[in-house]
């Protein structure tokens, strides 16, 4: 019995993501790691001078630290107020505005860096803000607010119902009751929510690259220079090394909350939402809207819009400019291509993360039913490990490890979608293994009794019954792949850009033409990444929030 455990189809899938990830993960991980402490064979720390000894250095690493503090705590402010208005009352277009609060978050920073200029930046279409650590701050709110929104929004809605009702009973007045009651079970996921905020404003790579320039580096942008710009390899590849055991670190923690917060809350009962009525609920109400509206919408508009006018008129000039060949440079490649050159790519990483992703989760599941150990419980936060490693550090890693036989794959096309595959994998699996748990184990015990096979048993029962989440984790990894783009500067060669590189050269080049065409592939973009969520939101069960 324990052989055939061992030797079940589902129990050996796991082999190809355990593959998969000790080839493209930790052996370029490992790369960065002798790369710092053993440049040439032989240990040399001098780079700890040139980090420790420099000014600069010491500069970047704390504003690494002090702007993702100061936009998790903006972020915190703003999503307060907006997830209270979300859990405790019904009104119009509430499912539209959180809809419309989410999408900014499925966007790739380089078209939130986009939207962001061309709503606030020097010919912004509301208003210009000229300091770039306020554009820089604004752009994580607008990236993030949704993640925190939706995490507290969960769980605070979770605590409608009985639980206030019973404290009401017992005589506490309503501020009494979210002083003594709520807050501290809402407390695990304001701290999750936080956590996972500072994680993402701490690796902020495109928007700080794209707002804030040389001037205002994080750490993760800082490796991108001196290991293309500068071609200091050691030093970039110490500062991934601290850029991994700081997000290891916070994640951890994170995971660490996000149990807490499991752990605490509630059992959900039937839950009655209010309408507003006093003057001051309806006032929160219509502010969390009009704060989406700005916010949220707004720059989304704006970069559309954009897009549409050229001189001063409506305009498609923009749209037929990325059709054709505007510098009459042999090396110039068309933004259309760029949008072939990601299609194609994300179709790749679509088919490398699929099949991992369900190969992982056959694994997890069946060792977590049929092995009596913590086998399962290892894998399952391993395999979720590039979702706390920045894409820089990982594009880093491959390019510096991958480039000699018998895997040189620096100028293989392979390689993008092998990147991104890694980057959507992650999302893959924590779609899936909801899904494969909520089947009974009895079901495919009793198709096995009757004759079927392992396969038989995958492609009639688990299948078609974990459909839904297969199509949903499909098409998170190929948005994801589409608006990649921190890996993807490293790993994609001139010739071959993908859509968030040229966004990204267009925008770092002078000239009414070249911001038009960042503008229109941007819109393009944002279109693609919007749709693939509102298939995503359709295809949640209920009213399910989170990540």
């Not at 499912?95 to 989410?102: G, H, P, Q, W």
């Not at 695990?188 to 040389?214: E, N, R």
Request: one cysteine or more; hydrophobic letters at 55%; glycine letters at 6%.
């Amino acid at each position: 019995m324990k052989k055939q455990i061992y030797t079940h189809p589902y129990f050996l899938a796991g082999l190809v993501p355990a593959l998969f990830f000790l080839v493209f993960y930790f052996y370029p991980l490992s790369g960065i790691f002798l790369k710092s402490f053993f440049p040439k064979g032989e240990v040399n720390l001098l780079f700890l001078d040139q980090v420790l000894g420099s000014a600069r250095m010491m500069k970047i690493i704390w504003f690494t630290f002090w702007q993702a503090a100061l936009s998790t705590l903006l972020t915190l402010a703003c999503a307060l107020p907006a997830a209270f208005a979300m859990a405790n009352y019904e009104f119009r277009f509430k499912k539209t505005l959180r809809l419309l609060a989410s999408i900014p978050f499925v966007l790739p920073a380089v078209v939130v860096a986009a939207a962001l200029e061309s709503c606030f930046g020097r010919t912004g279409w509301i208003g210009e803000i000229r300091h770039p650590l306020a554009l820089i701050l604004l752009a994580h709110v607008f990236y993030n607010f949704s993640v925190m929104l939706r995490i507290i929004t969960g769980y605070w809605t979770s605590l409608q119902g009985e639980i206030r009702e019973a404290a009401a009973m017992l005589g506490a007045s309503p501020a009494q009751a979210f002083f003594h009651v709520t807050l501290p079970l809402l407390r695990p996921a304001i701290w999750a929510g936080a956590l996972l905020v500072f994680i993402f404003c701490f690796s902020s790579f495109g928007i700080i690259l794209i707002l804030g320039g040389p001037g205002y580096a994080t750490i993760e942008a800082e490796i991108y220079r001196q290991a293309a710009h500068l071609f200091n390899l050691p030093l970039a590849s110490f500062l991934s090394l601290v850029q991994i055991v700081f997000t290891f670190g916070l994640m951890s923690l994170y995971t660490r909350f996000s149990k807490r917060a499991a752990q605490f809350i509630p059992k959900a009962g039937e839950i009655r939402l209010k309408p507003p009525e006093r003057p001051w609920e309806k006032s929160l109400v219509a502010g969390t809207a009009l704060f989406i509206i700005i916010v949220c919408v707004m720059p989304m508009v704006s970069l559309a819009a954009s897009s549409l006018v050229h001189n001063g008129d409506f305009s498609l000039a923009y749209y037929r400019a990325i059709f054709e060949n505007t510098t009459d440079s042999v090396f110039y490649v068309p933004p259309f291509q760029a949008v072939q050159y990601s299609f194609i790519f994300a179709a790749g990483a679509l088919a490398i993360a699929l099949v991992a992703g369900v190969c992982a989760a056959l694994f997890i599941t069946h060792a977590d039913r049929h092995i009596k150990s913590r086998l399962a419980a290892f894998f399952d936060p391993l395999f979720m490990l590039p979702l706390s490693t920045s894409a820089v550090t990982l594009g880093f890693g491959i390019i510096i490890t991958l480039d000699h036989p018998p895997l040189n794959l620096r100028t293989s096309p392979f390689l993008i979608p092998l990147v991104h595959a890694l980057v959507g994998f992650p999302f893959v699996l924590r779609a899936l293994l909801p899904a494969l748990r909520t089947i009974p184990a009895q079901m495919g015990e009793a198709a096995a009794m009757l004759g079927a096979s392992p396969l038989k048993v995958l492609r009639h029962i688990d299948l078609p019954l974990m459909s839904r989440s297969l199509v949903a984790g499909a098409v998170f990894a190929f948005t994801i792949s589409l608006g990649e783009f921190g890996a993807t500067i490293f790993a994609a060669p001139p010739t071959t850009p993908t859509i968030p590189i040229a966004i990204y050269r267009f925008l770092g080049q002078p000239g009414a033409m070249n911001y038009g065409q960042a503008m229109a592939v941007s819109t393009i973009l944002m279109a693609a990444t919007a749709l693939g969520f509102i298939i995503i939101e359709n295809l949640r069960p209920g009213n399910a929030e989170g990540i």
